[in-house]
């Protein structure tokens, strides 16, 4: 019900978006997110976004290099990601659910990640 997509190979400094389109049900009232997961770490909170209010969240790491952003129906979540760093590389994963945006527990539905490197 998630699919995402948009990762690929990118030099230090590029940049990517990330697609996730949802099918099978209206994420509309949903709070949707992006985490990543490296090798060897665990899963990590990128970003959120409640749908109903349209207030975002961002971790740390990645303020003001990541936009994350959805389409007027409400049926595609972005992530527009500037300025990418060697260390963003990982597996992305794109996520719906009703709890807190920073939880991955709180998540319900999940996609099947899409795989971001960053070469120096």
């Known amino acids: 019900q998630l699919q995402a997509s948009g990762g690929g190979l990118v030099q230090a400094g590029g940049s990517l978006r990330l697609s996730c389109a949802a099918s099978?049900?209206?994420?509309?009232?949903?709070?949707m997110g992006w985490f990543r997961q490296a090798p060897g770490k665990e899963r990590e909170f990128v970003a959120a976004?409640?749908?109903?209010?349209?207030?975002?969240y961002y971790a740390d790491s990645v303020k003001g290099r990541f936009t994350i952003f959805g389409n007027n129906p409400k049926t595609t979540l972005y992530l527009q990601m500037n300025s990418l760093k060697p260390d963003d590389t990982a597996v992305y994963y794109c996520?719906?659910?009703?709890?807190?945006?920073?939880?991955?527990?709180?998540?319900?539905?999940w996609g099947q990640g899409t795989l971001v490197t960053v070469s120096s």
């Open positions: 996520t719906a659910g009703f709890g807190r945006p920073r939880e991955p527990n709180d998540y319900a539905y």
């Open positions: 976004m409640d749908w109903r209010d349209g207030k975002t």
């Open positions: 099978g049900r209206t994420f509309g009232r949903y709070v």
